[in-house]
């Protein structure tokens, strides 16, 4: 079997490889504290531990990919996406439902954050003519979102959940306020030609490679980062 060798101004395959191995980390972490958790906050530490699961295995196989080929694994980065984000929606619903979360909160949660990533996906691959378009489909479906965690049905669930999940939920949005907001400059990086007239990078494969960089960043800092916080709201709270 032939190893191919990361070279080390490859960025790109450093950034893949070391955020394989963090979200392996992350994962074992989480699933073993499963056994010292409280019974009331064991699904939410499990989802923490399925979401970085689940991303290992696409960064396991993303960094062979991009190593072997040189090209962004697009397709299974938003595989990886379509899996786990609505992953972090349930941990909203979660964390909220003792104080009442409905079933269709999670629903909205989860179709709006389905139509940011597939939109999302429309303006990077097929359709990629009109990528400032599906950006703005995408946008508009992540304000929603963010809408709904600090002004919507979310954030008045977790004030009356008390004030331990208000905390966690106020953390957790500003994950998806500025933590989220990383991917759309990987987006605008890594579109051809450059978004709205920006164009940071001029040269298309740096400019791929530039939002890899981002969105392997963006993820280890989102995925690892939301199960910390749920991790610590279920340190907390006694009951
Ligand atoms: C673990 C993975 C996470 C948290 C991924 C989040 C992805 C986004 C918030 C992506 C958002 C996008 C926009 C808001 C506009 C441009 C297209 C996307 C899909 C990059």
Not at 32 to 49: A, D, I, Q
Not at 66 to 73: K, M, Y
Not at 215 to 225: E, F, L, T
Request: glycine share 8%; aromatic share 16%; hydrophobic share 50%.
């Amino acid at each position: 079997m032939e190893h191919l060798k990361i070279e080390s101004d490859n960025y790109v395959a450093f950034t893949f490889f070391i955020g394989t191995m963090a979200m392996m980390a992350a994962s074992v972490f989480f699933f073993f504290e499963l056994s010292n958790t409280s019974p009331k906050w064991r699904t939410s530490v499990l989802v923490s531990g399925l979401i970085t699961f689940i991303a290992a295995v696409h960064y396991y196989y993303m960094r062979g990919y991009n190593l072997e080929t040189g090209d962004s694994p697009t397709f299974f980065r938003y595989v990886d996406w379509i899996l786990t984000v609505p992953l972090m929606c349930v941990e909203f619903y979660l964390i909220t439902k003792k104080a009442g979360a409905k079933i269709g909160l999670l629903w909205k949660l989860i179709v709006a954050s389905l139509v940011m990533l597939i939109t999302g996906y429309f303006g990077e691959t097929i359709d990629r003519d009109n990528s400032v378009l599906w950006g703005i489909l995408s946008g508009v479906a992540y304000f929603y979102i963010v809408y709904l965690i600090w002004f919507g049905e979310v954030a008045k669930l977790a004030q009356s959940a008390g004030p331990q999940v208000t905390k966690a939920t106020r953390i957790l949005g500003w994950f998806v306020l500025v933590g989220w907001a990383i991917y759309p400059l990987g987006y605008i990086l890594g579109t051809p030609g450059g978004l709205f007239g920006i164009q940071l990078v001029s040269d298309p494969a740096a400019a791929t490679h530039a939002m890899d960089i981002v969105y392997n960043i963006a993820d280890a800092i989102n995925k690892i980062g939301f199960g910390l916080v749920i991790y610590s709201l279920s340190r907390k709270t006694e009951d």
